[in-house]
């Protein structure tokens, strides 16, 4: 009841709401080896440095429980990537269980 009569107060004054402020940039196509990063089932993608070279590398896990990961492509845009494989350890894909 306070909060409606404060909004008609406030409307009946002549005070305009201010438009709600923009909390991140537009999304983009992000690419990996010149195509677009798709296919992937509810995508979790993360940046982290994992081979510890100064440069973050781009890992997008998906509701599988597998792991890609992809280098930056430095002759691209800022949104290319080089081709993602598949992120492994002991020379086998990782695989996490989901369920």
Known sequence: MIVTSLLVASAGLGVEAEA?????APPVQL???????T???YPS???????GDGALELLIGEIFGTIT?????PEGPATAW???Q???VGGEP???NNW
Do not use: N
Not at 69 to 73: F, L, P, V
């Open 20 to 24: 709600p402020k923009a909390r991140f």
């Open 31 to 37: 690419t990996a080896g010149g195509s677009e990063h």
């Open 39 to 41: 296919g992937i089932l």
């Open 45 to 51: 993608p993360a940046l982290h440095d994992v081979d």
């Open 69 to 73: 990961i992809s280098e930056r492509d």
């Open 82 to 84: 080089r081709e993602a």
């Open 86 to 88: 598949s992120m492994k």
């Open 94 to 96: 990782i695989k996490l």
